[in-house]
């Protein structure tokens, strides 16, 4: 009597394996309907909530006349606002880099390099952006296509000083952000398989 062996594969593991995977599914139609995509802020902490307060206390610093005390007051130190950089006078020459021959910088940024520890500079970079995913939910969820809008704004200053009085500023600063990042997975998740499965003759 001869007996026939069969290799199968037990029926409950490819059941269990198919409920799963329809369970998921059901679950992102649903969540199309009341999901939220997720969306990320980077801000630095500072006292000033937009951009055109941060531009109208540096409006206040006058040349040869501001001290570090009145500076202190508008949040432009370190003991007076948070992630403000401190530089020394070489620091300070350092800013314009080696285009500039030294009797070609501002008079404040001269005086300062020849003050030289009787100088020093803050730097003042606020910045506050947005970043939204938006689009359709079940796409982004399962990595077919992501879409994120990109807003806020950023400032940035830099105020010399000798003797604690002003005597050089300088600002840039971008007063409206906004732009967009897209990203397409036409295979989604199954895109990042490609390492994982293995190759034919393995």
Not at 32 to 40: E, K, N, R, Y
Not at 157 to 166: G, I, M, Q, S
């Amino acid at each position: 009597m001869k007996r026939t062996l069969r290799c199968t594969t037990p029926r409950h593991s490819w059941q269990g394996y198919w409920k799963q995977s329809l369970m998921m599914v059901a679950g992102a139609i649903l969540l199309t309907g009341c999901a939220v995509l997720p969306s990320t802020a980077t801000q630095s902490k500072s006292r000033w909530v937009d951009y055109e307060e941060a531009r109208a206390s540096y409006d206040t610093v006058k040349i040869d006349h501001t001290t570090r005390k009145d500076l202190k007051a508008i949040g432009f130190t370190p003991d007076g606002n948070s992630n403000v950089r401190i530089l020394n006078y070489v620091d300070v020459g350092n800013l314009f880099g080696s285009a500039f021959r030294y009797e070609d910088l501002p008079t404040g940024v001269r005086t300062c390099v020849s003050a030289q520890d009787a100088c020093l500079a803050y730097v003042v970079n606020v910045r506050r952006v947005n970043n939204k995913r938006n689009g359709n939910v079940a796409a982004d969820l399962f990595g077919f296509k992501k879409h994120t809008d990109i807003t806020g704004w950023e400032f940035q200053a830099t105020v010399v000083l000798v003797n604690d009085r002003v005597v050089y500023k300088l600002w840039n600063g971008t007063p409206d952000i906004a732009s967009s990042e897209s990203q397409s997975t036409p295979l989604g998740p199954m895109q990042n398989l490609s390492g994982i499965i293995p190759k034919p003759g393995f």
